[in-house]
């Protein structure tokens, strides 16, 4: 089996309209720390693709640094830099989070690095037939579903430990304080 078997590709492209209002997936708003940007379409500058409701976004260059995402939103206007892949899952042979830890896995990462095409010497972008011809062995659906579900979870524990650490040095001055206070 190969990932074309259980992802299709769909690289429908449209030209942003001014006075339009998009959600943008960019390699440069992911690597800000945010999902996307919200645009007028003026102020989008190239044909970019469009994003279906639920679907993988892989980045096709450097893909070293997994810059992939899950979108699971009827938003209207999504849209998508053409160096993103937007890949639809056929859910009826994977599961739709078993198919994102399994394109964001190092084994793929580390088989697409030998694949890169350079465009320069820090920009290297794969070839998406050669992404889409990987060999990958499946477990069973239900296997799929156990496996997706424990590294989502893990997931969502781990960000929401992060926000804690985020608000620990507030918690920390808030103590002292009340602390002063208290003695005082």
């Known amino acids: 089996m190969k990932i074309k078997d259980i992802v299709a590709f769909v690289p429908k492209s ?9 959600r943008l997936y960019s390699l440069p708003s992911f690597d800000d720390g945010r999902l996307y940007e919200t645009l007028d379409g003026k102020n989008i500058q ?3 693709y469009i994003v279906p409701d639920k679907c993988i976004l892989f980045n096709k260059l450097n893909v070293r640094f997994k810059r992939i995402l899950r979108i699971d939103e009827s938003d209207t206007n999504k849209v998508c830099s053409t160096e993103y892949l937007p890949l639809v899952v056929n859910e009826s042979k994977v599961d739709y989070q078993y198919c994102y830890y399994l394109l964001i896995s190092d084994k793929i990462t580390n088989y697409l690095c030998g694949q890169n095409t350079n465009t320069s010497g820090s920009h290297k972008r794969i070839n998406p037939d050669n992404f889409l011809d990987i060999n990958i ?7 799929q579903k156990r496996i997706g579900k ?3 979870d893990i997931d969502h524990k781990i960000e929401l430990n992060r926000a804690i650490n985020q608000n620990l040095p507030i918690l920390d001055r808030s103590s002292k304080a009340a602390r002063a206070c208290h003695a005082a």
């Open 137 to 143: 062995i499946l477990p069973g659906l239900a296997e």
């Open 46 to 48: 190239s044909n970019k």
């Open 150 to 152: 424990l590294l989502s």
């Open 14 to 22: 449209i030209t942003p309209k001014a006075g339009k209002i998009y």
